[in-house]
């Protein structure tokens, strides 16, 4: 089993900044991809922030030089450090991870999500 658990969303005015985390535990071979998406009401899911096994980064352009991926030095802790928050980044945050188990059985997993809430 697997899980991702995620924290830190929250209440927070435009321009403001929050911090994401994400963590990974459970029966892990590898992970080999670990990020964030979002959804806001009325929209589709959609990429935000990911972070390769290899350390290659990948950001959707409306959060480019707002938002920052990162790993723990265990690499199994994703965070997204959100800053110069806007209203339009108002959603539900999901972390998400592609990992291998130790059965080396390779799935896609989200974690429950948390709510981010850009308002004044």
């Known amino acids: 089993q697997v899980q991702l658990v995620e924290s830190g969303g929250g209440l927070v005015q435009p321009g403001g900044s929050l911090r994401l985390s994400c963590a990974a535990s459970?029966?892990?071979?590898?992970?080999?991809?670990m990020g964030w998406y979002r959804q806001a009401p009325g929209k589709q899911r959609e990429l935000v922030a990911a972070v390769t096994s290899g350390d290659s980064t990948n950001y959707a352009e409306s959060v480019k030089g707002r938002f920052t991926i990162s790993r723990d030095s265990a690499k199994t802790t994703v965070y997204l450090q959100m800053d110069s928050l806007k209203p339009e980044d108002t959603a539900v945050y999901y972390c998400?991870?592609?990992?291998?188990?130790?059965?080396?059985?390779?799935?896609?997993?989200w974690g429950e999500g948390t709510l981010v809430t850009v308002s004044s």
């Open positions: 998400n991870a592609v990992i291998t188990a130790v059965s080396r059985v390779t799935r896609n997993y």
């Open positions: 459970g029966s892990i071979f590898k992970i080999n991809v």
